[in-house]
T-cell receptor, first 115, second 111 residues
């Protein structure tokens, strides 16, 4: 089946630094990728939708300048958390689909801890 | 406002018992999906239902989509400890490529 690889699986960084998370579709071309954030024992909250070659569409309340999303190719999207703060600590998950209404495939998530 | 209301939020049962998880909305969905998520991992798709009234079975799991495509249920028969996890329902609305998630049901099956 389709595989989405997310890297790193966990990262610890100091407050004020930036962290980049990669999401790759390994065996299909992902026209659309989604980034979610999940707090402990809670559901997934959509942060943004990214389409290859165009600017990401952010959900209401998500800071565009803080969470930079780049979907430079059909197999790679990146999420950069800029000037991270402890409240940004969370589980970030990406998902990807090839086209139209094809099934979504999820990465295994990245656990970000900001100290 | 939560678009998809999932209940119960927590469920702890003994091995061998049956259970049902509900996913309700006042909105119509073009499709509804059920996922299972283990701690520290991404969600894994269990099933997609697209037709009102549709019933799908996956071994001991039975999924139903409401006739009006506003609600869905997941029934597990003879639960096993391996069924333990977070079960999430998620819906797609026509015209939107976004998937909206319910809050999830944390299921614990005790041996």
């Amino acid at each position: 089946g389709a595989v989405v690889s997310q890297h790193p699986s966990w990262v610890i960084c100091k407050s004020g630094t930036s962290v980049k998370i990669e999401c790759r579709s390994l065996d299909f071309q992902a026209t659309t990728m989604f980034w979610y954030r999940q707090f402990p024992k809670q559901s997934l909250m959509l942060m943004a939708t990214s389409n290859e070659g165009s600017k990401a569409t952010y959900e209401q309340g998500v800071e565009k300048d803080k969470f930079l999303i780049n979907h430079a190719s059909l197999t790679l999207s990146t999420l950069t958390v800029t000037s991270a703060h402890p409240e940004d600590s969370s589980f970030y998950i990406c998902s990807a689909r090839s086209e139209g209404w094809s099934p979504l495939h999820f990465g295994n998530g990245t656990r970000l801890t900001v100290t | 406002t939560q678009l998809l209301e999932q209940s119960p939020q927590f469920l702890s049962i003994q091995e061998g018992e049956n259970l049902t998880v509900y996913c309700n909305s006042s909105s119509v969905f073009s499709s509804l999906q059920w996922y299972r998520q283990e701690p520290g991992e991404g969600p894994v798709l269990l099933v997609t239902v697209v037709t009102g009234g549709e019933v799908k079975k996956l071994k001991r799991l039975t999924f139903q989509f409401g006739d009006a495509r506003k609600d869905s249920s997941l029934h597990i028969t003879a639960a096993q400890p391996g069924d333990t996890g977070l079960y999430l329902c998620a819906g797609e609305q026509g015209g939107s490529e976004k998937l909206v998630f319910g809050k999830g049901t944390k299921l614990t099956v005790n041996p």
